[in-house]
């Protein structure tokens, strides 16, 4: 069953902290994605990528990297986490040309 | 670059009613759209998906869309609205080779309420 995993699922960081958000996923898809999503702005593309060892830039990628160390994991980092990080994130998986795409459950993240 | 442009944030219709939510695309090249549908404290489901063809597409639960390139438009229709399609909805467009086409881009979302 095609999956895509999300850890941690509830995070809370400190300001100026380091936050790492992990996503897995077993669908052998070479295209993954982190999201935001806050009332408003829909959800936002932060980074992406096409295979393993690329990661692309989204259209809002201030204060975020990512990697992609294998063709299952997609990390978001945070190096230094601020306030307005808050909000849901959401890693996503697809297929070529995302005919398939399934998203993770989100990651609630809190940066006080 | 690409976007997507979702014009109405909310929409509001009665049970039965029939149903238009629209979406605006800016891609140079051609693409594929989707829509998805999202219910509250949910993830996102995919309702129906475009890559060439016929302009019309058949989703889930009713649900279709038309593609317009002349109007670079994929706007979502169904006859007759149930309650339970109170959610919030997304329309989103990739391109339509890999690499770094592979840019999946969603708009705000339309958030839709049944009234019965």
């Known amino acids: 069953e095609a999956a895509v995993t999300q850890s941690p699922r509830n995070k809370v960081a400190v300001t100026g902290g380091k936050v790492t958000l992990s996503c897995n996923q077993t669908?052998?898809?070479?295209?993954m994605y982190w999201y935001r999503q806050d009332t408003g702005h829909g959800l936002r593309l932060i980074h992406y990528?096409?295979?393993?060892?690329?990661?692309e830039k989204g259209d809002i990628p201030d204060g975020y990297k990512a990697s992609r160390p294998s063709q299952e994991n997609f990390s978001l980092i945070l190096e230094l986490a601020t306030p307005s990080q808050t909000s849901v994130y959401f890693c996503?998986?697809?297929?070529?040309?995302?005919?398939?795409?399934?998203f993770g459950k989100g990651t609630r993240l809190t940066v006080v | 670059a690409q976007s997507v442009t979702q014009p109405d944030a909310r929409v509001t219709v009665s049970e039965g009613a029939s149903l238009q939510l629209r979406c605006k695309y800016s891609?140079?090249?051609?693409?594929?759209l989707f829509w998805y549908v999202q219910y509250p404290r949910q993830g996102l489901q995919l309702l129906l998906k475009?890559?060439?063809?016929?302009?019309v597409v058949q989703g889930v639960n009713g649900f279709e869309a038309e593609f317009s390139k002349s109007n670079s438009s994929f706007h979502l229709r169904k006859a007759s609205v149930h309650w339970s399609d109170s959610a919030v909805y997304f329309c989103?467009?990739?391109?339509?080779?890999?690499?770094?086409?592979?840019?999946?881009?969603f708009g705000k979302g339309t958030k839709l309420s049944v009234k019965s």
């Open positions: 996503a998986s697809g297929g070529q040309g995302n005919t398939e795409v399934f």
């Open positions: 989103a467009l990739s391109g339509n080779s890999g690499g770094s086409n592979a840019k999946l881009t």
């Open positions: 475009y890559y060439s063809g016929d302009p």
């Open positions: 990528s096409y295979g393993a060892g690329s990661t």
């Open positions: 891609y140079s090249g051609t693409p594929y």
């Open positions: 669908n052998n898809h070479n295209n």
